[in-house]
């Protein structure tokens, strides 16, 4: 069955780095985009980045710009963020989700991972 | 920014009663609505997509309609597995901006 596994998740002061990973199994990878999606909490859901199924597009929303970076190894079903420079206010759940289709990139997320707590503070 | 506003942001059932949940955007995205599921402390779960296409698995007495910037999620008879937080997600412009959430709780 499709799975989503994030990891990396911790606590970290800010203006450090972390790096988190999503391990993939139980469909083609290679054939999706993927995103992190982030949940602050007792808030909403926020959509951070996006990487085509071939890493040849990523799009990031505007807060995260410059800090984060999306990117994904396809011979290993693994996706990653890189985030730098980190603030009080990404402190959140953030989640690997898949695209709902395959080689195009509709924006839906039809699987999701089971998230892992980043918390910035001092 | 598309800003997605539901409504209302909390409301209290019974199972057996029929739900309404109102999306609407601050410009028009076609049929680019989606809507999700999510019960505390898990991950979310897809409901529909292109505003009224029922996601494999879930079950009929969920749908959905609308189209421009008005959108609906109607639950026709409520389970005792729907007590939820539901979300509705633009995916017609980056960045794909979601709802601020609908809490449905037992009353």
């Known amino acids: 069955q499709v799975q989503l596994v994030e990891s990396g998740g911790g606590v970290v002061q800010p203006g450090r780095s972390l790096r988190l990973s999503c391990a993939a199994s139980g469909f083609t990878f290679s054939s999706y985009a993927m995103h992190w999606v982030r949940q602050a909490p007792g808030k909403g859901l926020e959509w951070v980045a996006v990487?085509?199924?071939?890493?040849?597009?990523?799009y990031y929303t505007d807060s995260v710009k410059g800090r984060f970076t999306i990117s994904r190894d396809n011979s290993k079903n693994t996706l990653y963020l890189q985030m730098n420079s980190l603030r009080a206010e990404d402190t959140a759940v953030y989640y690997c989700a898949r695209d709902g289709m395959t080689t195009v990139t509709a924006y839906y997320f039809d699987c999701w991972g089971q998230g892992t707590l980043v918390t910035v503070s001092s | 920014d598309i800003q997605m506003t539901q409504s209302p942001s909390s409301l209290s059932a019974s199972v057996g009663d029929r739900v309404t949940i109102t999306c609407r955007a601050s410009q028009g995205i076609s049929r680019y609505l989606n809507w999700y599921q999510q019960k505390p402390g898990k991950a979310p779960k897809l409901l529909i997509y292109a505003a009224s296409t029922l996601q494999s698995g879930v079950p009929s007495r969920f749908s959905g309609s609308g189209s421009g910037t008005d959108f609906t999620l109607t639950i026709s008879s409520l389970q005792p597995e729907d007590f939820a937080t539901y979300y509705c997600q633009q995916s017609y412009s980056t960045p794909r901006t979601f709802g601020q959430g609908t809490k449905v709780e037992v009353k």
């Open positions: 990487i085509w199924y071939d890493g040849s597009n990523k």
